[in-house]
């Protein structure tokens, strides 16, 4: 199973194929998504059923001392 719902099963949720129409939706519908370097709505299916996300933490990156 995928972290993020499939393009069809977005299309489903949305009723839109179409990607700027899909992210409005999304807006009016509440629901939490990210937008990929295509410009494509993202949908963790934690948001969908309800779950809480694990919040993954990011280290900064320090270049090594000389």
Do not use: H, Y
Not at 28 to 51: Q, S
């Amino acid at each position: 199973m995928s972290a993020f719902l499939q393009a069809n099963d977005l299309a489903i949720l949305t009723g839109r194929k179409v990607k700027s129409k899909q992210i409005e939706a999304l807006r009016k519908m509440g629901i939490k998504f990210f937008v990929n370097a295509c410009g494509k709505p993202v949908v963790p299916v934690a948001a969908i059923e309800g779950r809480k996300e694990e919040k993954q933490v990011i280290e900064q990156w320090n270049p090594p001392e000389e």
